[in-house]
């Protein structure tokens, strides 16, 4: 182990970094995320790490075998990132994470999640060197999965009878519920993708509404911090009282103004990515250029996530990692 994880584990052993639990409020939670500065991000998913050719249960499960949960801590420990955030699943319908209350749902036979629990076998790889894990989930149902789709009662756009898709929500926050009493306090945090229908789905006073989402979200870890994506935004904004940091979807990083540690209550969050687009090579930074626009968010009390590729077995490819251990050193310095 490492000096920084020896000195992290002990922090966390007497109290320092362990997230508050119950109602507190969003700075108190987020608190450990402002100090970790900065994290990776990675879509993992059937659909981007497999061909699509190729993808099926069997070949998906092979894939969630594969990935070396104890690389990818050695990786992050390494570069001196705080965090790692992982995608669930997305579109396609499978899912790195066995999920009771999705199979119920959907009838989907045999299961599109996977048999491994990736989520608790790489909690179990980072936590050693304090090192926190976050999950990515859509808001919504797999769209290209027409299944999990009219068993869900999912409408893409909110166009059908019921734009506020109560019945979908209802369902939808039991399959995080699920999660999320699986993981318990595994998991630090949810960024939950595609909330571009706030006002009709979420902001209203009865639930489903975000306070319910939020709820399912934190069943497991009450201390869980939480983001609600709204797509790109210049600035960074917040969606709701329930969110603790901002989702942050950026494209063009140059146009980023971080003023301060907050956006109204949440923790000012910027998620972009270092290749041309989310999980594309080659880098588009220079590692000069990367560690600087960092360094200008992260000194106002910022925190900042980069997507990176990432192939089946876990691996981050190497111009990526190359990159990351750059950004690294430099923010030591």
């Known amino acids: 182990m490492t000096k920084r994880a020896v000195l992290v584990t002990l922090a966390v052993a007497i109290g320092v970094l362990s997230p508050p639990v119950g109602a507190q409020e969003q700075q108190n939670r987020a608190q450990w995320f402002r100090q970790a500065r900065w994290g990776v991000f990675t879509h993992y998913m059937a659909d981007t790490v497999l061909a699509p050719e190729t993808l099926s249960v069997e070949t998906w499960n092979a894939a969630v075998d594969s990935f070396d949960v104890n690389a990818m801590a050695n990786l992050l420990d390494q570069i001196g990132a705080g965090y790692y955030i992982i995608t669930l699943g997305q579109n ?19 299961s599109k999640c996977s048999r491994r629990d990736l989520v608790a076998d790489l909690y179990g790889a980072l936590q050693p060197k304090g090192i926190r894990l976050m999950v990515y989930l ?37 399959v995080i519920r699920e999660w999320s009493l699986r993981w318990g306090p595994k998991v630090s945090g949810w960024w939950f993708d595609g909330c571009y229908y706030a006002g009709l789905m979420y902001n209203h006073a009865d639930e489903p509404n975000f306070k319910s989402f939020a709820g399912a979200a934190r069943a497991g870890n009450p201390g869980s911090i939480l983001a609600f994506n709204p797509g790109v935004k210049y600035p960074i904004v917040t969606l709701t009282p329930e969110e603790d940091y901002t989702a942050g979807e950026i494209e063009d990083v140059s146009r980023v103004v971080c003023t301060g540690p907050l956006v109204n209550q949440a923790q000012f969050h910027m998620l972009s990515y270092l290749g041309p687009r989310w999980a594309a090579s080659p880098p588009r930074f220079t590692d000069e250029q990367a560690a600087g626009m960092m360094r200008a968010i992260i000194e106002k009390g910022g925190v900042v996530s980069w997507d990176v590729p990432i192939k089946s077995d876990g691996q981050i490819p190497e111009p990526f990692a190359k990159q990351l251990a750059a950004i690294g050193n430099a923010l030591r310095k």
């Open 92 to 110: 396609s319908g499978y899912y790195c994470s066995p999920n009771a209350a999705y199979d119920r749902l959907t009838a989907i036979s045999p």
């Open 138 to 174: 859509p808001s919504g149902a797999p769209d290209r999965d027409p299944e999990a789709v009219k068993a869900l009662g999912w409408q893409r756009g909110n166009d059908g009878p019921d734009p506020r898709l109560a019945s979908f929500q209802r369902k939808w926050e039991d």
